[in-house]
């Protein structure tokens, strides 16, 4: 079931429909989007009065027609505002932040608006279209602007009056969880119930305010089950592999992960980070990508799969009659992987061995007796990886991330490397940056774990520029034929 962090104090059981709704309308992301859908309704409005003072002979449109401009302006900005990454939580920018975010995006906004309207519009419209633009823009950004202000002075008051409850859980040690406490009683706005601590010292808990549990054995299996929509990890001289174990056991139950500022530097690197305004924690698992960067990866991704296939088809049709006839077998291999999420699909490949119904799941070496003739050509050419694109086009993969591997390894990796499971967080790639940069394919855990080294320095630096140089690096290393055979 999915946890919501907006639940009302005195909620007993299951909720009925009307505590529901009132959850769902008390996130920050909702409270935003009514707070813009009604400062951009005004602003129009607003907007037509000026409007009859700024060109000569203007009638205004009935009133109907207004609200149907109106509407349609606040859902199409409402589309600008979410691709700038302007739904989030109140506490991610500061006041002036946001306002500078929001001016930016209107502005783009309200120009991509006019340049269209001005390519329509005859004469009569165009008089003064840079005052009429300048002064749309403004009406838009004060109105949207003054709409924000007031949704996140009401949204800090839920909080402290405790209507808004976000249940945590602390994970550290005594001293370090103590002090979090403090900080945390001292910023009612943050809206926090702690349900306790988990501690590696319980013993020396001294408080009597937060009920203080031993670490246990199962970590993994208690947060699983545990109420709690946020875990707030404090402590000192921490090790290293433990901290990434309790972020990846968090963000695997739904959690929210936030640490205190002096463990940054053992998760950089490893998890993308953001300070959150206005608390003295720092976000582990934020969005790693702004909404708009992720729509034109996902174009990215579709555009190059389909042109890739459609140009190079006669040549990948060859390939398939020379993999079918080179030995007896399907021209295809279909293999079982993990994607994002933990969901496992069908990964597809030209075949490159030759068949062996009972070999169990291994990684190739070098000079792999397994591999045919021609399947030797095309792993050390990348060729055999071009089926992948249809993976890619049915949104199971990217043309950019972290390798898929079989769900076998990912068990086995993942019980001696507990933060391996993080690589599920984004959709695996046909290429990445380890594929560019590394060349051993040994199997071990320390293989392993430089690898996830590459993975995770993607995932923290996830970018279109950055998947646009994987892409030409890849272009190289297939002209270069350094793939494994």
Not at 114 to 138: C, E, H, I, K
Not at 202 to 222: C, F, K, M, S
Not at 291 to 303: L, M, N, T, Y
Not at 378 to 397: A, C, T
Request: net charge positive; aromatic share 12%.
């Amino acid at each position: 079931m999915t946890r919501s962090p907006y639940q009302r104090g005195d909620r007993r059981g299951r909720p009925s429909a009307w505590i529901r709704l009132t959850t769902a309308v008390l996130r920050p992301q909702v409270m935003q989007l009514i707070a813009d859908a009604c400062a951009v309704i005004v602003a129009v409005f607003a907007y037509q009065v000026a409007r009859e003072h700024i060109i000569v002979g203007w009638t205004r449109f009935p009133i109907t027609e207004e609200f149907v401009i109106a509407l349609f302006a606040s859902g199409y900005f409402a589309v600008v505002y979410w691709f700038a990454g302007l739904y989030k939580d109140f506490f991610i920018r500061s006041p002036l932040e946001e306002l500078w975010l929001v001016a930016k995006s209107t502005f783009l906004g309200s120009a991509l608006f006019f340049l269209a309207l001005t390519m329509s519009s005859g004469d009569y419209f165009r008089q003064n279209p840079r005052l009429v633009f300048v002064v749309f823009w403004l009406l838009v950004t004060i109105c949207v602007g003054i709409g924000r202000t007031l949704s996140r002075v009401l949204q800090r008051s839920l909080r402290e009056h405790r209507i808004i409850q976000i249940r945590a859980l602390l994970y550290g040690t005594a001293n370090e969880c103590s002090s979090l406490l403090d900080e945390i009683n001292a910023r009612p706005s943050l809206g926090y119930s702690v349900q306790g601590a988990l501690l590696s010292d319980a013993a020396h808990w001294q408080r009597t305010d937060v009920v203080a549990i031993p670490e246990p054995e199962n970590l993994a299996g208690y947060v699983q089950h545990a109420e709690a929509d946020e875990i707030l990890i404090a402590m000192r001289r921490a090790d290293h592999d433990r901290l990434l174990m309790v972020a990846a056991v968090g963000s695997d139950a739904g959690m929210r992960v936030k640490i205190v500022p002096d463990l940054y530097d053992m998760f950089s690197g490893q998890v993308r980070t953001l300070q959150i305004y206005g608390s003295g924690l720092i976000d582990v698992h934020p969005q790693l990508l702004e909404p708009w960067q992720d729509f034109v990866k996902r174009v990215i991704d579709v555009v190059v799969s389909l042109t890739v296939l459609v140009i190079g088809l006669p040549i990948w049709i060859a390939t398939g009659v020379l993999v079918k006839l080179s030995s007896r077998g399907p021209m295809f291999y279909a293999q079982d992987r993990v994607g994002r999420n933990g969901k496992v699909f069908k990964m597809f490949k030209f075949r490159s061995m030759y068949v062996d119904e009972h070999r169990k799941p291994s990684w190739t070496t070098v000079n792999d007796p397994r591999v045919t003739p021609i399947g030797r050509f095309i792993r050390k050419s990348h060729i055999d990886e071009i089926p992948q694109l249809f993976n890619v086009l049915r949104g199971e993969m990217s043309l950019v991330g972290p390798r898929p591997e079989v769900p076998y390894f990912v068990e086995k990796f993942s019980a001696v490397i507990p933060y391996y499971r993080r690589r599920l967080k984004v959709r695996p790639g046909v290429t990445g940056w380890w594929q560019v940069k590394y060349k051993a394919y040994s199997e071990s855990v320390e293989e392993i774990e430089n690898r996830l080294r590459y993975d995770f320095f993607y995932i923290e630096n996830m970018s279109v520029r950055l998947d646009i140089e994987i892409l030409f690096r890849t272009i190289i290393v297939m002209l270069r034929g350094h793939g494994q055979a």
